[in-house]
């Protein structure tokens, strides 16, 4: 049975401290988080996607064998909440009697915990004793896995079928053999076999770091106590964030921010609303009244949104928390089903991060009035361009290029300048140029700060991006604006909206046309340029109010060509 669940009950706070040496959880809380780090990046350096080797963009969490979360990487944090709960999906299927050193079991599915079936996730058990006592997590974007367009990201689908081959909870290795029959049957249905069956590969080989380390904590330290400075690192994290809480008042905090549209019905918004109840050191986060899920692939499962929550509450508190399940346990969430920000099956889902950055917009919103040193005007979104052409030898290429949004004005600094965070609370750094120029027919000619595209205010908004694609050959382009093209990014407090962006075929051509701001497939030529606008983000506060000596730091620096609106060199 396919089932989308919300977030697990919280639990009591824990009643009392234990007596373990603090200096040694600490140590060996950077131990869990460089053990988690170094698995991603081994699995990143081990991908054949260019995206993930170029990007190092792997998520990696470790669980014990309550299935409690106990450390993460603190990049990829949407998809860390995400092996949260497909962990319980695939111990349902394979229970952990049934596992043996060695195993990888794989899956994808949207609504058994998954994000949408090109982000894939692996679990590793790791034994002590002849029993699994740790779980380590990855997932990565992979190369292809088939699908209406190349990377399984269509713009216009409308099922989660257009979107790639899903893959309930089954084992790729078995006691550290491939499962040759699976690894044969996935990389039949991708357009690039040998990138997907590496990138499958590859996050074993992170599963095997992180087997090799967590082993070497037990062999330290010994299995119980380990797991009882483990279990004061849960309680510590609880603790710190109940205190967090704390400082909120008690209340009912409403926010909303609306998505455009899902490039399917594209004259209907599609708001999500969030309503905060805090109420102590507790917090309860509900999002009735978000709009009906969509045609369109802009819906987010229940666990792409519980990720985008967690970023946004953590923006509220202390950011050296660590992460882990104590966090959770004070915090309440519900997404109705068969909404955005629940979508039900069958739905398409490639999109979510328009939803999901929606989610942590209102969030942000509705707690800016107590909690204005954390607010923040709109950040754009991401502008992805999936690729697919031909060798000259017959064989499909396929290619994803991701260009990142820039980060909103806040109280008392300006949005970053093209920061490249794939949205808020992921890394997404940027890709080298030349990584793709060796390995595909395009050649990138142009990629700079867009002047002029930044939302005005006291603080102005992260300026946008332009870049221009020439392709060396004749191929099929998916473009999908993720939002805020028709809609800026909002401006907060006083503050403007940033630029709208989109995409122009041959800018400056007798051939020049804007395309569709969501499109699948579309058949360029040798020789065709294309051109991404990426928004620039909002401003926040009165534009009347910048510094003037600032004004006349982003002349000289081309961020702007004249004073910002309401603002002159000479005023104050």
């Given at each position: 049975?396919?089932d ?7 639990v009591?706070?824990?009643q ?6 603090p200096?040694l959880?600490e140590?060996?809380?950077n131990?869990?988080m460089?053990a988690a780090?170094e698995?991603?990046i081994r699995a990143?350096?081990?991908a054949g996607?260019?995206f993930v080797?170029?990007s190092?963009e792997v998520a990696?969490?470790?669980?014990d064998a309550k299935?409690?979360l ?5 990049f ?8 949260r ?7 349902k ?11 990888v079991?794989?899956?994808n ?5 998954g994000i949408?079936p090109?982000d894939?996730?692996?679990?590793r058990?790791?034994?002590h ?11 990565m974007?992979?190369?292809d896995?088939?699908g209406?367009s190349?990377?399984?990201l269509p713009?216009t689908?409308t099922?989660?079928?257009h979107?790639?081959m899903?893959?309930p909870?089954?084992k ?5 053999r ?5 690894s044969r049957?996935i990389?039949?249905?991708?357009r690039t076999?040998r990138?997907?069956?590496?990138d ?7 599963g095997n770091?992180?087997?090799?380390r967590?082993?070497?904590l ?8 380990l797991?009882?400075?483990i279990?004061?690192?849960l309680d510590y994290s609880e603790r710190?964030?109940r205190q967090?809480?704390?400082t909120?008042?008690?209340?009912i905090?409403?926010g909303e921010?609306a998505?455009?549209?899902d ?9 999500v609303q ?9 917090m309860?986060i509900d999002?009735?009244?978000?709009a ?17 929550v967690?970023?946004?509450?953590r923006c509220q ?9 104590g966090f959770y ?13 629940n979508?039900s ?18 969030i942000i ?6 909690s ?6 709109a950040?754009?979104?991401?502008h992805t361009?999936n690729v697919q052409?031909r060798?000259?030898d ?7 290029d991701v260009?990142?949004?820039a980060g ?5 600094a ?8 794939l949205?808020?609370g992921q890394a997404?750094?940027?890709?080298n ?5 060796w390995?595909y ?5 142009r990629?700079a ?6 939302g ?6 992260g300026v946008?991006?332009?870049?221009e694609?020439?392709f ?6 998916t473009l999908r604006?993720?939002d805020?093209c ?9 503050g ?7 995409w122009i ?5 007798p ?11 579309y058949?360029?030529r040798?020789g065709?340029v294309?051109?991404?606008?990426v928004?620039g983000?909002?401003?926040y506060g009165d534009?009347?109010?910048?510094d003037?000596?600032?004004v ?7 961020l ?8 002159s060199?000479?005023?104050?």
């Open positions: 049975m396919r989308q669940r919300n977030l697990p009950a919280s009591p706070p824990a009392s401290a234990r007596a373990v040496d200096i959880c140590i060996v809380k131990g869990l460089v780090q698995a991603g990143a350096l081990s996607s260019t080797a170029q190092a990696c969490s470790f669980f299935m409690r106990i450390t993460q990487t603190d990829a944090v949407l998809h860390s909440a995400a092996l709960f497909m962990l319980p999906e695939m111990l299927d394979h229970p952990p009697e049934t596992l043996v050193e060695g195993d079991i794989i899956c599915d949207p609504f058994r915990g949408h090109t894939v996730a692996a679990i058990p790791v034994f004793e002849g029993r699994p006592v740790f779980y380590c997590g990855l997932m974007i992979v190369s896995l088939g209406v190349a990377g399984g713009a689908a099922e989660c079928f979107e790639g899903m893959i909870p089954s790729l290795f078995s006691a550290g491939l499962d040759t029959q699976l049957l990389c039949a249905n991708s076999p990138k997907v069956a590496s499958l590969e590859a996050l074993a080989a992170g770091a992180a087997s090799a967590l082993g070497e037990i062999a330290r330290y010994g299995h119980d106590p797991m009882t400075m279990d004061e690192l710190l964030t967090g809480l704390l909120i008042p008690d209340g905090y409403r921010y998505v455009e549209n490039g399917v019905d594209l004259d209907r918004p599609y708001p969030a309503v905060i109840a805090v109420n102590g050191s507790h309860r999002f009735d009244g978000s009906p899920q969509a045609r369109g692939a802009i819906n987010c499962t229940s666990s792409q949104s519980v990720g985008c967690t970023y946004a509450v508190l202390d950011p050296t928390i660590p992460m882990n399940e346990r004070p915090l309440d969430m519900h997404f109705p089903a068969g909404s955005v920000v979508c099956y069958p739905a398409a889902c490639n999109l979510r991060l328009a939803t999901g950055q929606a989610i942590i917009d209102a919103k509705a707690l800016a009035p107590v204005p040193h954390c607010a923040m005007a950040a754009a979104t991401i361009v052409g060798f000259a017959g064989s499909i290429w396929s290619m994803l260009t990142m949004g909103g004005g806040r109280r008392g300006d949005g970053g300048d093209g920061l490249p965070f949205m808020h997404g750094w940027e890709r140029v030349e990584g793709y120029e390995q027919p395009v050649r990138i000619r990629f700060l867009a002047p002029d595209t930044a005005a205010g006291r603080w102005r908004g946008g991006l332009h870049k694609i020439e060396l050959s004749d191929a099929l382009i604006a993720t805020r028709e809609r800026p990014p909002e401006g907060f407090n006083g403007e909206a940033g630029t709208g962006a989109g075929l041959n800018e400056g051509t051939n020049e046309c804007a395309l569709p701001f969501k499109v699948t497939n058949a360029v040798e065709d294309l051109t991404v606008r928004p983000s909002g401003g534009p009347g109010e910048r003037p000596d600032a006349a730091r982003d002349i000289a620096e081309g702007i060509t004249s004073p910002l609106a309401g603002v060199l000479t005023n104050g």
